[in-house]
Structure formats: structure tokens, C-alpha cells
């Protein structure tokens, strides 16, 4: 299903192809743990519905600076 959303740290819309069904969307919006509606997706996939955010922009904003 490809989901539409805008991202929480750039304000921008993206748009990802995600294997989700209107059920799980449906569980999650009502009240599951996404992680239990959704149990087949990545953490990458869960995020994006969540937030918007996309593995490059977590990436760029969250990954550690190695010194």
C-alpha cells in the first residue's frame, strides 16, 4: 500500500511503497502497539507511518558521530 506523509523533522511529503493492510493500519490507529498491528514490517516502515520520517533522514538526523 503506498502511504503518504508528511515527515516531522523536514516538513517534507513523502511517499513510500509499505506491505501494509487497512487492517493493521486500522489496529494501530485504535489503539495497538504498532509493533503488534504491524508485526511483518521493518522498524524502517513502522517509523514512517508513525512519524514521516524516512531511513535517510533518521540516518542524516540520528546516526552517531563516530571520532
Known amino acids: 500500500m503506498e502511504i503518504t506523509k508528511q515527515c ?6 513523502n511517499t513510500m511503497d ?6 493493521q493500519l486500522d489496529g ?8 503488534e498491528a504491524m508485526p511483518n ?14 531511513p535517510e533522514v533518521w540516518t542524516k538526523n540520528f546516526s552517531e558521530v563516530e571520532e
Open 18 to 23: 509499505i506491505p501494509v493492510t487497512q487492517d
Open 41 to 54: 514490517l521493518t522498524a524502517e516502515h513502522r517509523e514512517f507511518i508513525m512519524t514521516g520520517t524516512t
Open 8 to 13: 516531522m523533522l523536514t516538513g517534507d511529503t
Open 28 to 35: 494501530w490507529t485504535n489503539g495497538m502497539l504498532i509493533q
